[in-house]
């Protein structure tokens, strides 16, 4: 079952294949696969309401024993709609029913991250949830990420 809105159709996924697929294809390191990773907890999509064409994505996963967002993406040609803040609050809702009180993210875009009311932590106090950042070689040279965290209290 999924949300209808105007222009898209967001619904929970277990087609690892096509987000792993947009995220790659969005920079973020993912390797395409059709097996979706055991830290993940829940994938879903946005889809164009009149083509079907998937258009975002976002994984809610734990890492490090931490409840994330894990992946996230909006395809090129799409993005500034609001789509990415879209998707959070589809993680951030079902974060709340399981009584989580926070959210944790590795962002390549922090200032959106900001944004959007993300808080910047430090990577010596935060658990070790950037799975593919850390030994990324764009890390430091074309890609700075950082240890976000986000409160749902």
């Known amino acids: 079952m ?5 222009d898209y159709i967001i619904r929970e ?6 987000l792993s697929t947009l995220f790659h294809e969005s920079g973020m390191g993912v390797t ?3 097996r979706m990773p055991d830290r ?3 994938m879903w999509r946005m889809d164009d309401a009149r083509t079907g064409k998937l258009i975002a994505a976002v994984t809610f996963e734990i890492r490090d024993g931490a409840y994330s967002l894990g992946d996230i ?12 803040r879209i998707m959070q609050s589809v993680v951030f809702e079902e974060a ?10 590795c962002a390549k875009e922090p200032d959106y991250y900001i944004h959007c009311g993300w808080e910047k932590m430090s990577w010596e106090d935060s658990p070790k949830i950037a799975v593919y950042c850390s030994s990324c070689k764009k890390r ?7 240890l976000m965290k986000y409160s749902l209290e």
């Open 96 to 105: 709340k029913k399981l009584g989580v009180k926070e959210i944790w993210a």
């Open 140 to 146: 430091g040279t074309s890609c700075h990420p950082e």
């Open 13 to 18: 996924t277990d087609d690892f294949l096509s």
């Open 32 to 34: 395409i696969e059709e």
């Open 73 to 84: 993406a909006v395809r090129s040609g799409v993005q500034s709609k609001g789509y990415g």
């Open 40 to 42: 993940i907890i829940k």
């Open 2 to 6: 999924g949300f209808f809105m105007e």
